[in-house]
């Protein structure tokens, strides 16, 4: 695997982290500040609920389609081949594949059926949460078996700017 393709992989693993361990907090805060619904307005608690699904599944979009096409080389057709791919290959196990399969959905729902269609962000982010944490564990362990050691890149990552992600 290239050194990129590693980099790449391990950032995106320190940023789902991060933002799976921000879910709970977020869905307290969101819940907490949540106004009463007012005819044309925005509620700010929920497009933060919204940019929160599109973080979490664009990072395990990206670990998975890295996994797919440089350990185990295979090809996936979109994102739910890639699930597929990713459990056939023993990397998750089917109730995560479950929950990430729901993070998709509610992913689509906000980028592309965002005008006809009203998603309950809290209760989808609540759904899923245990299954990214379980992709997690799931993913780490799988990279492992196929030695795929991602520890210095981490750990370098880390110590560049304190959590693997830049802050601009």
């Known amino acids: 695997m290239y050194r990129t393709t590693r980099e790449t992989l391990a950032r995106a693993l320190i940023d789902l982290e991060r933002h799976v361990d921000a879910t709970p907090g977020i869905i307290a805060w969101a819940e ?4 009463s619904p007012v005819e044309g307005r925005v509620s700010p608690t929920a497009l933060a609920e919204e940019r929160l699904i599109e973080r979490l599944f664009q990072a395990t979009s990206d670990i998975g389609l890295i996994i797919v096409e440089w350990v185990v080389h295979r090809e996936a057709g979109g994102y739910d081949e890639m699930v597929d791919i990713l459990l ?3 990397a998750i196990m089917p109730t995560t594949a479950a929950g990430i399969r729901e993070l998709t959905e509610s992913y689509r729902v906000i980028s592309r059926d965002y005008l006809t269609r009203r998603l309950d962000t809290r209760r989808a982010l609540t759904a899923v949460l245990p299954a990214l944490r379980a992709f997690i564990r ?3 362990a799988f990279l492992a078996e196929e ?3 991602l520890a210095d890149v981490e750990d370098r990552l880390i110590a560049e700017d304190g959590d693997g992600h830049n802050q601009a």
């Open 32 to 35: 907490a500040a949540r106004p």
């Open 88 to 90: 056939q290959e023993g």
């Open 147 to 149: 030695r795929v050691d």
């Open 138 to 140: 799931e993913v780490r």
